[in-house]
């Protein structure tokens, strides 16, 4: 890995507060269990040993267990409105200083978290969210999730003065054939685990689909890390997983 180079995870971690055991079928009760998961969370948080840590669906209390363990790191959380959870991000002290950081309330309550950091002289901003599932066919007018991204295509575009590179991560709850991920294509952005064939990080309802994004604007270059393989049989919780999302990871570098 290049001095200039780091690695940026994002990784949608299932809140206590929206877990009913009848979603997950293939999953023993004890892995479900918080006593059991969330100090595993945090352990596979640590182990994950990236620049830059994303999460979503973080609930009060499993942020501060992850802000004590993982030293090094400095932490900021946005919590949805109305809601038991948010959006976290911890970035290594070592490698970047952080400059600021904002709150982003986009519509139906959820959030993006953006970031401010500065890298080896260039200004890096970091936005981690949670967008909205809307059914499948639903019109784009009419897609909370396309009004929650575009919302923060808006903010990325007002930033003042203008980051050298921009990375925007986290639960999309979208296929990458859809109107999201166009809209952030069409700004510029790519996701770094295109053109890498069978990544899947969910399998909810049976199916493994790709719904988790790392987004990075053109100054930057990526190198996708790949998760373990899933199917739409594949127990999520499970005692090698600790969410029913997988963590997807890339090294980025400037170009």
Not at 173 to 196: C, F, I, K, M, Q
Request: glycine share 6%; net charge negative; hydrophobic share 40%.
């Amino acid at each position: 890995m290049s001095q200039t180079a780091f690695t940026v995870a994002t990784w949608n971690i299932l809140a206590t507060a929206y877990i009913r055991p009848e979603f997950y079928p293939r999953t023993a009760p004890e892995w479900l269990d918080p006593a059991w998961r969330v100090p595993a969370l945090v352990a596979r948080g640590v182990a994950l040993d990236v620049d830059v840590l994303c999460l979503q669906e973080v609930e009060p209390n499993v942020f501060g267990a992850l802000e004590t363990a993982l030293v090094g790191y400095a932490g900021s959380y946005s919590q949805k409105a109305k809601r038991p959870d948010g959006c976290a991000t911890f970035a290594r002290r070592g490698r970047f200083q952080q400059t600021g950081v904002a709150r982003i309330p986009l519509p139906f309550g959820h959030v993006a978290h953006l970031l401010r950091l500065e890298h080896d002289g260039r200004h890096l901003t970091i936005v981690n969210t949670h967008l909205k599932w809307d059914p499948p066919g639903t019109a784009r007018d009419h897609q909370w999730g396309y009004r929650q991204i575009s919302r923060v295509a808006e903010a990325l575009r007002a930033e003042s003065p203008a980051p050298s590179a921009a990375i925007v991560c986290g639960d999309f709850n979208v296929l990458p054939d859809s109107d999201v991920v166009e809209l952030l294509v069409t700004d510029g952005y790519d996701y770094a685990h295109r053109n890498t064939a069978g990544v899947r990080t969910c399998n909810s309802n049976g199916e493994a689909k790709l719904i988790d994004y790392l987004f990075y604007s053109e100054s930057l270059r990526a190198e996708p890390r790949l998760p373990v393989p899933i199917d739409g049989q594949t127990p999520l919780p499970s005692p090698d997983q600790p969410s029913d999302h997988l963590p997807l990871v890339a090294q980025f570098d400037w170009r």
